[in-house]
């Protein structure tokens, strides 16, 4: 049987290993040793310090698996918080607000009513008034679509925190 003259990486007592041994326990300080091999070179290495190395790069891969997760998280609310945005006519996003939408609704209301008084002081045409109507009607459609769309932005928002806060913890 071949042997193999070795040393023991944790000692460096001398070893005298078969050739095609994978693992050996040094008999002078009773480490597990694991045996390497290149295309010119065997040497031992300390089993515990393969484990340590093992546990380790573990370690290391469930937080870039982590770190990857919450980064998709993040992309994927900026993409779906892009759909809830309202542009301002100056071209600006911003994220709706209840309030924005209970002030658009009042404004036109008041705005409708306004010109409804106005319409009937000046007299005939009599559908001349129907335009402020319409415009209240317009008014509060439009309040509680923003109002809606609000409320569906604050769910997914708190859905995406919930969802960011589970990742990390």
Known sequence: ???????????GAPLEVPAKAKFVTCNF???QLSVQRTD?????????????RTRQMSEDLKHLKKQSAVEDLDRSWRRRREQFMIRSQQGEL?????????GIGAF?????????GFAMSIGPPG???LFGLLFVGAGLFNAMRLSAKADDFHRSHRAYLSKRHDLLS
């Open 94 to 102: 911003s994220v709706p607000r209840k309030g924005m939408a209970i």
């Open 1 to 11: 049987m071949k042997l193999l003259a070795l040393n023991c990486n944790q000692c």
């Open 127 to 129: 559908f001349f008034p």
């Open 108 to 116: 036109t209301t008041l705005a409708g009513l306004l010109w409804m």
């Open 40 to 52: 010119k070179v065997a040497y031992t290495e300390a089993i515990e310090e393969i484990q340590e």
């Open 29 to 31: 300080c009773s480490t």
